[in-house]
């Protein structure tokens, strides 16, 4: 199996842009998490998905970020209008829970710079 | 309010030595705590799960402790390597939430 795979590894855009961060999960993984990591807040849960339906979002900072799951393998995550602030690594995990365990596996990431 | 600890600094330890990481948490019941290792510009790999009615659990050279009375979780690397230079994070699902949260992690440096 490949892993988690995300695009683009790397991202730098100006302030105001729209940002998308993609995702595909592991086959046959029925959970996906999205986490931002930073030097100051270290790593954060933004959201995460069930069967490709969101079920819990609490972690996402504000309306200028949203996440989709189309299907089973495949999420995005938006950003738009993006601020400096949002620098960040952004981190997709997947996880299929059996006898309750939560071991993720986690993509390479998607380091963002907003300029 | 709920918090999970770890030590910021920097662990420096030789060769051939144990290492010694803590992982204190404050206002979490967890069903059980995780131990991820984090290399530079990767994400997070799964090591070691322990459940909150287990003391202890150990593959190969780790062993993870966990002491709910303290509230608290030891990991130990015995016969350390350079190649163990990393940073590790501890993780704990609550028992009223999903999702893990994670801690900010602590950077091992194994000296040859």
């Known amino acids: 199996d490949a892993g988690v795979i995300q695009s683009p590894r790397h991202e730098v855009t100006e302030m105001g842009q729209e940002v998308t961060l993609r995702c595909k999960p592991i086959?046959?993984?029925?959970?996906l998490f999205w986490y931002r990591q930073t030097m100051m807040r270290g790593l954060e849960l933004l959201i995460y998905?069930?069967?490709?339906?969101?079920?819990?979002d609490s972690g996402m900072p504000e309306d200028r970020f949203s996440a989709k799951m189309p299907n089973a393998s495949f999420s995005t995550l938006k950003i738009q209008p993006s601020e400096p602030r949002d620098s960040a690594v952004y981190f997709c995990?997947?996880?299929?829970?059996?006898?309750?365990?939560?071991?993720?596996?986690f993509g390479p990431g998607t380091r963002l710079t907003v300029l | 309010s709920q918090k999970i600890e770890q030590n910021s600094e920097a662990l420096n330890i030789q060769e051939g030595k144990t290492a010694t990481l803590t992982c204190n948490y404050t206002?979490?019941?967890?069903?059980?705590l995780q131990w991820y290792r984090q290399d530079p510009g990767r994400g997070p790999v799964f090591l070691l799960l322990?459940?909150?009615?287990?003391k202890e659990k150990r593959k190969e050279r780790l062993k993870v402790t966990f002491d709910t009375t303290l509230k608290q979780s030891l990991f130990h690397i015995t016969a350390s390597q350079p190649a163990d230079s990393a940073t590790y994070l501890c993780?704990?699902?609550?028992?009223?939430?999903?999702?893990?949260?994670f801690g900010s992690g602590t950077r091992l440096q194994v000296q040859p």
């Open positions: 995990a997947s996880n299929f829970r059996t006898g309750g365990a939560d071991t993720q596996y």
């Open positions: 086959s046959g993984h029925d959970y």
């Open positions: 998905f069930n069967n490709n339906v969101p079920i819990d």
């Open positions: 206002n979490y019941s967890p069903a059980y």
């Open positions: 322990i459940r909150e009615n287990e």
């Open positions: 993780a704990l699902r609550d028992t009223g939430r999903r999702a893990l949260t």
